[in-house]
């Protein structure tokens, strides 16, 4: 039997653009000719998979629409949501859709998710399917490549040869934390699951009773057109938010994990997504795009709808001008040095991976007061991107007009 994608497209966005009224999604977003979502198509275009079921809302149809016909993927589904109200009830609802037979295994994808390894995963996916029953859950655990706080984490107890139990889940721990996490064997968690439909239905029934009821509700009084599932707006309404790892994994007896060791992300912050289109890049192109200042350089790496990537080099003893932009705010991560920062009236030092946004309109400067250089990777966000918006106060260079 095929295995039945569920590809999960909601979310908000806020993470990545959180100064905007109307965030982009990532998924969406379009790094010069490919898009996560896309590349989650890429992944089930297998014939290990059954035709996607597609869960999102009326505000992203059109783009799922149209990326779907760009992949040339002609059997769908695409279920919407009147509301956003996280990942259980979208996984729920998507389980009971009726194309999907009681006993078939069901996968659940994020839809902003780096994976580039496909053949890999689907290998490692085929191998488990005789694992699932009527009443276990598998989710997706990455070996970690080094301590994060951007990521949950699992901790499992090898149950079989084949098979690790997981035994807790760990919300987004410190650094400090993390460190302990890993080195008692723990993964990072990926948020991909798998699960028969049946065991699905069977843990929500038991867990969250009125949660499958609204559901179930919403399913029955859904209203259908062609390809496309609308649930029921009254039934939906009533439903919680609550994400599925919540509702049901951290309640449920028998999850287990299958564990990757492959190149994973959820691009959850502009560091993740600099190093990916940093590792597309060829160097001729690195040096085309590299302007030299007074204090050092920056080098252009990608610039999209609303948003410029770059990496900033300050020279020790130097600093850029203390200035604002109109139109534009700003992620900084530290990957290199210790900065000085300023951000209005407050300053205060950076260390490694460590982050700092600002706002639109505030004021800021970096300074390096040591001989190591500081390197700083900077996302701009705004609707103009351009080094002529810029206010100089004050400028050890002589640039305040």
Known sequence: MKVKPVILCGGSGTRLFPDFKKSPLKQFIDFGGWTLFGETLDRIKSPLFDSPIISTNKNYEKLVRRILKNKKIKRFKIILEPFKKNTAPAIISSTLNADIKIDQPILFLPSDHYLPEKYKFNQILKSNLSNLNDNNIFIFGIKPRNPSSDFGYLLNKKITKNINRVIKFIEKPNLKKAKKVIENKGCWNSGIVLARKDSIINNTKIIQK????????????????????????????????????????????????????????????????????????????????????????????????????????????????????????????????????????????????????????????????????????????????????????????????
């Not at 449920?252 to 940093?278: R, V, Y």
């Not at 260390?351 to 390197?375: A, D, M, T």
């Open 210 to 401: 009125n949660l499958f009821r609204s559901c179930l509700d919403a399913t029955i009084k859904s209203k259908s057109k062609n390809n496309t599932i609308n649930l029921d707006k009254k039934s939906f309404k009533r439903i919680k938010a609550i994400s599925f790892d919540y509702a049901i994994l951290e309640k449920a007896k028998e999850i287990n994990s299958i564990i990757l060791n492959l190149t994973w992300s959820d691009l959850g912050s502009w560091k993740e997504i600099f190093n990916i289109i940093k590792s597309k890049t060829t160097q001729a192109y690195i040096k085309k795009n590299t302007y030299y200042r007074p204090w050092g350089n920056y080098k252009n790496f990608f610039k999209g709808d609303n948003f410029l990537l770059k990496e900033l080099t300050i020279n020790k003893k130097s600093s850029i001008s203390l200035q604002k932009h109109h139109y534009r705010a700003e992620h900084w991560t530290v990957v290199g040095g210790k900065p000085k920062i300023t951000v209005g009236t407050k300053v205060f030092f950076k260390k490694l991976n460590e982050h700092v946004f600002i706002p639109r309109g505030s004021i800021h400067r970096i300074e390096n007061i040591y001989k190591e250089p500081v390197k700083i990777i900077e996302a701009q966000l705004g609707s103009i991107l351009k080094e002529t918006d810029i206010v100089r106060y004050q400028d050890v260079y002589g640039r305040v007009k």
